[in-house]
């Protein structure tokens, strides 16, 4: 299995694989420019699994690019949340709401964790589901 991984601080991830020479062979470093320009980046790519991708500084300018580029990628996603601030939680569920052509699930892990389970669907089958909330869920698989 290949894994890439992309940061904001591709110098940092880099030190990191060095320290963890067991897993860097199979593990590539890339820049990901966000935004609906990423679609070719993740041509290749089954899953996309992000972290601490926004948070109460950075919610203006990085939530409508990580929109964006999960909109371009379509690819099954998971992302962990740790809410800061409830104004931000409502921002995120707002946007992966409006990702039409993904139906969203979501895995409280504690009273600030959560895991948002986006996979991709078909536009055929957004009339299956009309309802675009997050629906809670107690486990999470993939159907």
Wanted: glycine share 2%.
């Amino acid at each position: 299995m290949q894994v890439t991984i992309t940061d904001q601080q591709l110098d940092q991830a880099s030190k990191n694989l060095e320290a963890n020479p067991l897993v860097s062979s199979r593990v590539k470093l890339e820049k990901l420019l966000w935004g609906p320009l990423a679609a070719p980046w993740g041509m290749h790519t089954d899953v996309v699994v992000g972290a601490d991708l926004v948070y109460p500084m950075n919610v203006d300018t990085s939530l409508q690019a990580l929109l964006a580029t999960l909109q371009a990628l379509s690819r099954p996603t998971l992302l962990a949340y740790v809410e800061r601030l409830e104004a931000v939680t409502h921002s995120l569920e707002r946007g992966l709401r409006s990702l039409r052509q993904h139906r969203c699930r979501r895995l409280r892990l504690s009273f600030q964790t959560t895991i948002y389970a986006l996979d991709a669907w078909a536009q055929e089958r957004q009339s299956e589901d009309s309802s675009l909330a997050c629906r809670d869920v107690q486990s999470l698989s993939w159907s």
